[in-house]
């Protein structure tokens, strides 16, 4: 699926507060073809506000709500998409990328 996102000229970049050498384990685990980006200190999660409480079994923590921003050209978010499951999600995308460059 990554080529197909090539194909349009689209690079598709993960960022998280977990550690670099936490993503390399998880990159080649996966064999992933993407870029992750390690922001510990949350500076990029706060700014698109998807640094936020959680709660789970009654407990809240802060965390990342799994987002996805489709940004234009000319770096304006065209779409996003929040709490994000994975199943069929890559496949929504594609299908809104192709829909923009009409």
């Not at 699926?1 to 390399?24: N, T």
């Not at 409480?53 to 779409?79: F, S, W």
Request: charged share 30%; net charge neutral; no cysteine.
């Amino acid at each position: 699926m990554i080529h197909d996102f090539e194909k349009e000229d689209a690079v598709i970049i993960g960022i998280s507060p977990d550690p670099e050498d936490s993503h390399a384990r998880f990159v080649e685990k996966y064999a992933l073809k993407v870029e992750l980006l390690s922001d510990p200190a949350h500076q990029v999660l706060e700014k698109y506000g998807v640094w936020q409480k959680k709660n789970m079994y009654g407990k809240e923590y802060m965390g990342v709500v799994r987002t996805t921003y489709l940004i234009d050209p000319q770096g304006t978010v065209a779409k996003a998409w929040e709490k994000v499951k994975v199943k069929g999600h890559a496949e929504e995308v594609k299908e809104t990328l192709l829909a923009l460059k009409k």
